[in-house]
């Protein structure tokens, strides 16, 4: 395909002349001829052109304006652009250089000089245009590569969630369900879309250290003694270590693969999403009054997004079976919630959570629990 050359000039006289000077090169390039820069400026928006060579002083848009029009427009801002000038013409050459004019030739116009900048100018653009291509290649790959990467993470996610959740034998989608309803709260306090996102994903998480929990105590069926109960409640800490464990114990084990090198594994032990699972994991049992655990942290000195996903979990658990007893009822649920804003729960976060509770019910009837299980006697531990 041959290149496509537009020329501008408001003297038809000086336009006739380039088409007898350029007459050898028609097979070569496609040429344009136009009168104005308006009408320029119109067929770049509608053509694709290769370059264009201008005049700088034209009535109406001159060769400036429609250079800076050109490089303010997404489809145009790559058209090299040559100025035809005249000799004393130095304050026009220096704007026209600043403005992103690639060459300048003076009038009256020699053929040769101006056939080998032209020449010079498209295979400037045609490199340019082979380096776009790749980078914009190479920028779609990685862009799959992240995104198959980011895939494997949230699926190993979602299992270490599925995973506490069967230790702990809670039923079905809780954990995914903890998740919407959190995000849905965050919504409903108007936090930043990026941070609802992460409450999505980082949620489900919270529990994941009752896989350090011992069966005998996990799954008891009965009251808790102290002693057990404190062990329960060493679930955080653990969750905790787990999500915060340094990604530099497996270095050990890419080196003895002769892995470690290779920029396809990359090790950061710095991971935003686990960092607020992790944060989550040690510190969703604190409540607002400074009477929960492991760190008895109170109001505001407890995380955000750990209030946040308190509710959400205590909520869901209420109204959803378990092992050792039935669900309640959402509205001896909602009393419940009530009576504890202020002492378990932030009052803030609690008013969220009512402003949000059609999209919570509509979410919990989505993700409901396939399989139901019986009804135990009741006991406290929740």
Not at 23 to 29: L, R, T, V
Not at 36 to 61: F, H, N, T
Not at 260 to 288: F, G, M, N, R
Request: overall charge negative; proline content about 5%.
């Amino acid at each position: 395909m041959s290149n496509h050359i537009m020329f501008v000039d408001d003297e038809p006289a000086v336009l006739d002349a380039l088409r007898r000077v350029l007459h050898d090169h028609a097979k070569q390039w496609a040429m344009t001829f136009v009168q104005s820069g308006e009408e320029a400026w119109q067929r770049l928006l509608r053509e694709e052109y290769d370059a264009v060579v201008a005049d700088i002083k034209m009535p109406g848009l001159n060769g400036l304006d429609l250079l800076r029009r050109l490089r303010e427009h997404e489809k145009t801002a790559t058209v090299p652009v040559v100025f035809l000038t005249g000799l004393n013409e130095q304050d026009l050459k220096r704007q026209a250089l600043e403005l992103g004019a690639v060459d300048l030739l003076n009038k009256p116009v020699d053929k040769s000089q101006l056939v080998a900048r032209i020449g010079n100018v498209l295979r400037q653009k045609s490199y340019l245009d082979q380096l776009r291509q790749t980078n914009a290649m190479l920028e779609q790959k990685i862009q799959r590569q992240n995104a198959a990467v980011a895939q494997a993470r949230l699926s190993v996610v979602c299992r270490l969630a599925k995973a506490a959740e069967a230790r702990d034998e809670q039923t079905g989608n809780h954990v995914i369900r903890v998740g919407c309803y959190s995000r849905a709260i965050a919504a409903g306090m108007k936090l930043d879309p990026a941070v609802q996102e992460m409450l999505l994903l980082a949620a489900p998480l919270h529990d994941i250290g009752k896989i350090g929990i011992p069966d005998r105590i996990l799954l008891k069926r009965g009251p808790l003694s102290d002693g057990e109960w404190a062990v329960v409640q060493r679930h955080c800490v653990i969750g905790y270590r787990i999500l915060r464990e340094p990604a530099n114990l497996l270095r050990p084990l890419l080196a003895s693969q002769g892995l470690a090198s290779q920029s396809v594994i990359t090790l950061e032990d710095y991971d935003p999403l686990l960092e607020l699972a992790a944060e989550i994991a040690l510190t969703h049992h604190e409540k607002w009054d400074g009477t929960g655990y492991p760190l008895r942290l109170y109001g505001r000195a407890i995380p955000l997004a750990s209030r946040i996903v308190a509710i959400a979990d205590v909520f869901d658990a209420l109204v959803s079976p378990r092992p050792y007893r039935g669900p309640c009822e959402e509205q001896q649920a909602l009393r419940v919630l009530e009576q504890s804003a202020g002492s378990h729960f932030d009052p803030e976060v609690y008013a969220a959570f009512l402003q949000a509770l059609e999209e919570i019910r509509a979410i919990r009837n989505q993700l409901a629990d396939e399989r139901q299980v019986f009804a135990q006697p009741d006991f406290p531990w929740l």
